[in-house]
């Protein structure tokens, strides 16, 4: 029986689901090679994500590269990633009846501002970030640590995710699971999987 639906943030919750397409678009305005800027955001980031290094430092060094000012990088990325309303204002109409839960892949300043900025916590009962859980997808440590928050077993979950890899560590680790390709596409999934959507046609 379905308990709790747990969702990523970055492809899912937002339009965007990397930062690749951004840093090209700031390499070609600072006449900088692409591929030298996304190596060394990646490298900080990887650290980052787990809480290994202070996440500021990745725009110190993009910006440093790039020849920008950092407060002003830092804020073009996180406008970088909207949010998809109706995608959450569904989300609220399931957690009348299910756990929700966020579990993404991230850095500690932008998402501690991104969850205050969008109130988060009023669409997910959980919220787990891999610098909290020092872990990352698609390892099984950061899925386990959300399973301990929700205190809630795997075949109890259904996970969302845009990203194969993390698809299937959840899958081999028990979660029901489905490919982010829209937002009809996960409704249908959900169907498909025994949540009848007839339950949340009342508004938020």
């Known amino acids: 029986m379905i308990k709790a639906v747990i969702f990523d943030y970055n492809g899912v919750i ?3 689901g990397d930062f690749d397409g951004f840093l090209a ?5 600072s006449h900088r090679p ?16 787990v809480g290994a290094i202070d996440s500021e430092l990745i725009w110190v060094h993009a910006a440093d590269y790039l020849h920008c000012e950092a407060s002003e990088l830092r804020q073009e990325w996180l406008s970088w990633f909207g949010l998809r309303k109706d995608l959450l204002l569904f989300i609220k109409q399931l957690k009348m009846k299910y756990k929700t839960a966020l579990l993404t892949n991230i850095t500690r300043d ?8 969008q109130h ?18 698609p390892g099984q440590k950061i899925f386990e640590y959300c399973l301990r928050k929700l205190n809630l077993g795997a075949a109890d979950c259904i996970f969302i995710d845009d990203q194969t890899k ?7 680790l028990g979660f029901k699971t489905i490919l982010f390709l829209s937002e009809d596409q996960v409704k249908q999934g959900l169907i498909t999987l025994g949540i009848p959507l007839s339950d949340f046609k009342n508004d938020p």
């Open 14 to 16: 937002t339009n965007q």
């Open 25 to 29: 678009e700031k390499a070609h305005q």
């Open 34 to 49: 692409v591929q030298e800027i996304q190596q060394i955001v990646k490298h900080h980031w990887d650290l980052a994500k």
């Open 110 to 117: 932008w998402f501690e501002q991104a969850k205050q900025e």
């Open 120 to 137: 988060l916590d009023t669409y997910f009962d959980v919220i787990v970030s891999s610098y909290e859980a020092g872990a990352a997808k």
């Open 166 to 172: 993390n698809i299937e560590s959840a899958a081999n």
